[in-house]
């Protein structure tokens, strides 16, 4: 078994694997109970499983859990909750971005690494960021219209 | 039916409540899809005229919706409320809504063709206005005034000179109707709708937006295993042989093999994941898949079983005879088969004791599948109950129902809680397809750039008629019998142009397969046939030298049909 250590939403945690390789992913889901963070395809490809690593959004299902040791891991739980959205999810909420919701953590968290690298992005640059984060019901006009809104929101609320 | 309640009733003292990682979130409160405490209603009435099936009013004035149609992302968890809101003059925070779950929910049908709200929706409206007419007549005889002198305000029935008060929860509070939907109970005036017609924001997206909802994918029960299904490596391969050893060194792991049916499971679920990629496995070769590039022309040339009519009206000479001066104009259409492709892969749970069932699964006809699964597992189908959670959005019959009746399998063979989840390449390759269309139009365009004759052409894979499930995968793999057949969804619909055109044929030729399984997939009214015709309207406007917008405008060649004001 070996031993991993973890920083995840601001917490150290500590969890046991019996493969060193373990994915981040599985790691939150199972060991962390943090299921806001969802598969979809386990190859990186559709962003569903997105989550921030040091600020930088990441892939957790190709990302492994040993890699991201020492540095912070926040999942959408470590933003806000359902009576007090962050900014960001609040713009989710107003827009009602979301269908089936399953993708909608991903798009959440990709959203935000880029409104914290780039303050007040573009249409494109919102749609350049969310390229790589695949929705099947056609929530996507209504995401963008959501980033859109928590970058247009006066500085100062986070 | 009273037997059936007293069955229910005896399944429930058997088994008690069983404790689901489904309780309150973070914060405390209970997500929007599910109801904390569920389970006090088991016993209640499911029958499909009763008013107690679809509602109930409890003591603290408080509703709780029991819906059979589910929501599988399009607002119906919204919309429901705002319906019965609306009849009762209830605020909608009050109202709670359990849906899709054989043992508290009447049977509405599947969740599909873009009925929920225009069946299912209507049934419950006629209920909670019954609801309303019971109301207000205990009212009147419990203040003393005739109904006409009273008036509803958020639940609490008052008399209009501000005489007296009774609030719903005083009148019914948890109690049972007793009343069959009363077809004649007068619903309000759209006039004086509150909520209906306006656009509300959905219960349940703060907890998908935060991370709190949980889908299926979500749940856990005590004792799980989780499960990954081994594929044939082509169509019809057949298993040959399985090296348990290939997996001993993934501890815990272990393989359950049901003849062609194979699996791994083991308690955590990466291990699953590990043992399912480790394991070796021998198959025959199989018959494959059929020759992609031939697909249409296998259409084209097939035995058909029957034409339908779906449009024949007018003189259709001009097709095989142009006038002079006419123009003939033709195309064919070719739609592929396309998958769901549901963003999260299919997963499904069970726990199958000797003389129950419990399956979680999304499946957008959770009472359809409670047949199934009795079927398959051996039980009577009141000792089986399926209960809808969320999955990823579904647009049609995925693989929900193959992971759920697999969980199922696993389950009964195992002795414990099972959950499988498919893989990306499991949905993709495997989900139930939208089918294959061909389409060819006809259409000969006179001088004046009228539509002078107009033909449709499709050949279609024709469904089975009263199959009750699309064939799963994982009873053909194990051997269990099942009804043969396909279902293929409304896709007969909008092949006739939705035009005044005075002479049309619209036929279907009816083929009897498709080289992979099919099942309905969005939009009801069929996105290939529409296209097929909206396309060769444009090519039609173009031979006619009009711009395609104008030319379904009055004035133009091609006249807006009244179909869709007249219904």
Known sequence: MAKLALRVNGGNREIESADPDVPLLYVLRNDLGLTGTHFGCGLAQCGACTVLVGGRAVRSCVTSARSVAGQDVVTIEGLGSPDRPDPLQAAFIAEQAAQCGYCTAGMVMTARALLARTRRPSEQQVRQALAGNLCRCGSHARVIRAVLRAASAPPGGR | ?567
């Open chain 2, 1 to 567: 039916m009273a037997a059936l309640s007293i069955s229910r009733r005896s399944f429930l003292a058997a088994g008690g409540v069983l404790v689901v990682g489904l309780g309150l979130d973070g914060v405390g409160r209970a997500p929007a899809q599910t109801v904390a405490g569920a389970d006090r209603f088991l016993g209640k009435s499911l029958a499909p005229d009763a008013v107690d099936s679809f509602l109930a009013v409890h003591a603290d004035g408080s509703v709780t919706l029991f819906v059979g149609k589910v929501d599988i992302g399009t607002g119906g968890r919204i919309a429901m409320r705002q319906i019965v809101g609306e009849e009762l003059d209830v605020p909608l925070e009050r109202i709670a809504m359990i849906e899709g779950d054989t043992a508290l929910t009447p049977n509405q049908g599947a969740t599909a063709g873009s009925y929920g709200i225009a069946r299912g929706g209507t049934q419950l409206r006629q209920a909670a206005a019954t609801a309303r007419q019971a109301l207000l007549a205990q009212a009147a005889q419990r203040l003393g005034r005739p109904a006409g002198d009273l008036q509803i305000v958020d639940g609490v029935v008052r008399a209009k000179d501000g005489t007296g008060a009774v609030t719903y929860g005083e009148l019914i509070g948890d109690r049972a109707f007793n009343l069959k939907v009363d077809g004649g109970a007068p619903l309000k005036a759209p006039q004086s709708f509150r909520f209906i017609g306006k656009s509300l924001p959905r219960p349940d997206l703060p907890a998908k937006v935060t991370g709190r909802h949980r889908y299926l994918h979500d749940l856990t029960l005590p004792d799980m295993l989780h499960a990954r299904v081994i594929r044939p490596p082509a169509l019809g391969a057949t298993l040959v042989s399985v090296d348990e050893s290939s997996v001993a060194a993934i501890g815990g792991a272990r393989v359950v093999r049901i003849q062609n049916f194979l699996a791994v499971v083991a308690e955590r679920e990466w291990d699953a994941v590990r043992a399912a990629r480790a394991l070796q496995s021998k198959w025959t070769a199989g018959t494959g898949l059929p020759d992609s590039t031939k697909e249409f022309d296998s259409m084209r040339a097939s035995r058909v079983v029957r034409d339908q009519e779906i449009a024949k009206r007018g003189d259709l000479s001009a097709l095989s005879a142009p006038a002079p001066g006419m123009r003939a104009l033709a195309a064919s259409y070719r739609w592929p088969v396309q998958t769901h492709g549901s963003i999260g892969p299919s997963c499904g749970v069970a726990d199958v004791r000797a003389d129950r069932a419990t399956v979680w699964s999304s499946s957008q006809n959770t009472h359809g599948f409670q047949a199934t699964c009795a079927r398959f597992l051996g039980l009577e189908r009141d000792r089986v109950r399926v209960i809808y959670l969320d999955g990823a959005g579904s647009y049609g019959p995925n693989g929900a129902d193959d992971a759920a009746a697999e969980a199922a399998l696993l389950s009964k063979a195992l002795g414990k809680p099972v959950r499988v989840q498919w893989t990306r390449q499991e949905e993709h390759g495997l989900d139930p397809k939208g089918p294959a269309q061909l389409l060819e139009l006809r259409a000969a365009v006179d001088a004046d750039g009228e539509v002078a004759a107009w033909e449709t052409q499709a050949w279609l894979p024709i469904a089975t008629a009263n199959l009750p499930n699309i064939p799963l995968l994982s009873l053909d793999a194990a051997g269990i019998p099942q009804t043969p057949g396909r279902s293929t969804g409304l896709i007969y619909q909008n092949v006739d142009p939705p035009y005044t055109m005075p002479n049309v044929n619209a036929v279907v030729h009816w083929i009897p397969d498709a080289p992979l399984r099919t099942s309905a997939i969005r939009a009801p009214g069929k996105v290939a046939n529409t296209f097929a015709v909206e396309s060769f309207v444009d090519e039609v406007a173009a031979l006619a030298r009009v711009h395609p917008v104008d030319s379904v405008s009055a004035a133009s060649p091609i006249r807006a049909a009244s179909r869709f004001c007249d219904g």
